[in-house]
């Protein structure tokens, strides 16, 4: 058996709700190969999120295990957790929340270069540039605050923050649902060009099964904390087997090119 | 912000009394160079007689003017000074158990309840008289007990803060815990603990004046409450000399806690319209 890039098995986070317990997240397993997307999708409520920081260490699991570069990576702690940190990125749903309200962009992307001493001090002003230059943004947003710069830049920012480590993963938690449905486009276009370029697989957290048709391999399907179903994302959008893939995919607006629900 | 903060009345003559405060302040050593505590003239001059001591002698003979000038300075010292310790303190402690919670907070959180049921005054009495009246022993003694209110603030609003998204994202990106704290919660806490910094500087002026009356001041500074106790002893023929750094102290809490009103509102003001 070929060794994936991150494999999950029987991953389970249960909720204390008053008495009882919720399961957000019930034996989930899958796996990610290098420069692979997978699409994690399912109704609100389903543990798409849970799963996204259960795979980031922002929560920890019950039961299961995970595998991230041949390496048990529920086993890391402290400082070990930070350095490996770098390989596994995240983008959140709202630019906005995603950043200290202090910030300016520059500081935010000076973080990841200084914590994982990527650049010396002195270099670090030509490499923030040249993130920014990546991720498609002027040299000149660097001085600006974070809050300041408009949605889709700053989720521009966001993308900029995560590739600064070289991430072999970046888990992108409904990192498209909050912007408006031009500048998405561009922004889904970003992605598959670095992922092209740079190797990067990406757990794409969604849905819009509209979306996660034209951008992902593969799709695996959550409902109620539980795995309705996984398999290539064409073949399960086009012929769902679970109640819920059905559901999802009936809710689809079926206008055709149109991907484009409001975010919830 | 400056201009909406000057528009109420209030906030306009707080401002206009702290301005005042602190050019007496400032201008002490200049309009009355020396010691204020040398003898200067007869004894128990009363008040607008003799206008080279406008505000009379007191029972050494001494200028009142000029002593109250120079309280002013010991005042707004030990005001600003403690309020700053106890502010520093307070976020720092306040930060540390509400970001780590668990058994630090739980720990933290007794502590503080400790200094708090103890009553300020009776606190920073006994820390002076057991380590020696001096104008930073004054200081450290009124933090001592100002510090649990900004602390318990500042854990409060840190509970709420360390949930937020930016704070995940300051972990993914492999931060040390402690730089979060620090570096991303704290400054976004701090806001409302600020707030507090008025209400501490006018308490810790009435501690230190209160200390003074009862002896514990630092003995080589003029100060309003050592003033006060001054003119005690001749209440009766001379009340002048209790009155007026009475007043002066009436006058200068007044001014912080308007001052300090108008700074909140101003703010709330702004929070609202943003």
């Known amino acids: 058996m070929a060794e994936h890039l991150l494999t999950v098995d029987g991953l389970a986070k249960r909720f204390r709700r008053g008495d009882s317990t919720v399961a957000a997240a019930e034996a989930i397993s899958f796996h990610i190969d290098a420069a692979e997307t997978l699409a994690l999708a399912g109704p609100s409520g389903s543990g798409k999120s849970t799963v996204a920081r259960l795979l980031l260490r922002l929560i920890e699991p019950d039961a299961g295990s995970v595998t991230f570069e041949g390496e048990n990576w529920l086993a890391l702690e402290g400082a070990p957790l930070r350095t490996h940190r770098a390989k596994m990125q995240m983008v959140f749903q709202d630019p906005l929340a995603a950043f200290n309200p202090r910030a300016t962009v520059a500081r935010v992307l000076d973080d990841p270069l200084r914590i994982h001493r990527i650049a010396p001090r002195a270099e670090r002003p030509r490499r923030i540039a040249g993130l920014l230059e990546r991720v498609g943004l002027s040299t000149d947003l660097a001085g600006r605050a974070v809050h300041e710069v408009s949605g889709g830049q700053r989720q521009r920012v966001a993308i900029a923050r995560a590739i600064a480590t070289k991430p072999s993963l970046i888990v992108l938690d409904e990192a498209v649902s909050a912007l408006d449905v031009s500048v998405r486009g561009k922004i889904l276009e970003l992605l598959a060009d670095l992922q092209r370029t740079d190797g990067i697989a990406y757990l794409f957290i969604s849905h819009d099964l509209g979306l996660v048709r034209v951008f992902a391999h593969r799709v695996a399907i959550l409902d109620g904390g539980r795995l309705a179903e996984q398999g290539d994302a064409r073949a399960v959008i086009d012929a769902p087997q679970s109640a819920v893939g059905k559901a999802l995919v009936a809710a689809t607006p079926k206008l055709h090119g149109f991907t484009g629900q409001d975010a919830s | 912000?400056?201009?909406?903060?000057?528009?109420?009345?209030?906030?306009?003559?707080?401002?206009?009394?702290?301005?005042?405060?602190?050019?007496?302040?400032?201008?002490?050593?200049?309009?009355?160079?020396?010691?204020?505590?040398?003898?200067?003239?007869?004894?128990?001059?009363?008040?607008?007689?003799?206008?080279?001591?406008?505000?009379?002698?007191?029972?050494?003979?001494?200028?009142?003017?000029?002593?109250?000038?120079?309280?002013?300075?010991?005042?707004?010292?030990?005001?600003?000074?403690?309020?700053?310790?106890?502010?520093?303190?307070?976020?720092?402690?306040?930060?540390?158990?509400?970001?780590?919670?668990g058994l630090a907070d739980e720990a933290l959180m007794r502590l503080t309840d400790a200094f708090q049921t103890v009553p300020g005054f009776l606190l920073a009495l006994a820390?002076?008289?057991?380590?020696?009246?001096?104008?930073?022993?004054?200081?450290?003694?009124?933090?001592?007990?100002?510090?649990?209110?900004?602390?318990?603030?500042?854990?409060?609003?840190?509970?709420?803060?360390?949930?937020?998204?930016?704070?995940?994202?300051?972990?993914?990106?492999?931060?040390?815990?402690?730089?979060?704290?620090f570096r991303e919660v704290l400054p976004n806490a701090l806001p409302p603990v600020l707030a507090l910094s008025s209400i501490i500087v006018a308490q810790a002026i009435l501690i230190e004046a209160a200390l003074s009356f009862l002896g514990l001041g630092d003995p080589n500074r003029v100060t309003w409450g050592g003033m006060v106790a001054e003119g005690r002893t001749v209440l009766r023929t001379a009340p002048f000399l209790s009155i007026v750094p009475g007043i002066a102290l009436v006058v200068t809490v007044l001014g912080v806690y308007l001052a300090g009103e108008g700074a909140v509102e101003s703010a709330a003001v702004k929070k609202g319209l943003s």
Do not use: C, K, N
């Open chain 2, 1 to 101: 912000m400056r201009g909406r903060f000057l528009q109420t009345p209030e906030a306009m003559a707080g401002t206009a009394i702290l301005v005042l405060l602190a050019t007496m302040a400032l201008a002490a050593p200049l309009i009355f160079p020396g010691d204020p505590l040398r003898i200067a003239g007869p004894a128990l001059v009363p008040p607008f007689q003799d206008w080279t001591l406008p505000l009379g002698t007191d029972r050494l003979g001494r200028d009142v003017l000029a002593e109250l000038f120079h309280g002013a300075r010991t005042s707004l010292v030990v005001g600003l000074a403690a309020a700053a310790a106890s502010l520093a303190v307070g976020a720092v402690i306040g930060t540390l158990a509400g970001f780590a919670g």
């Open chain 2, 127 to 181: 820390f002076v008289s057991i380590v020696g009246p001096s104008l930073s022993v004054v200081v450290m003694a009124i933090a001592l007990s100002a510090w649990t209110g900004p602390a318990r603030i500042a854990r409060a609003e840190v509970l709420s803060i360390r949930e937020r998204d930016f704070v995940a994202g300051a972990r993914v990106v492999g931060m040390h815990p402690l730089e979060i704290a």
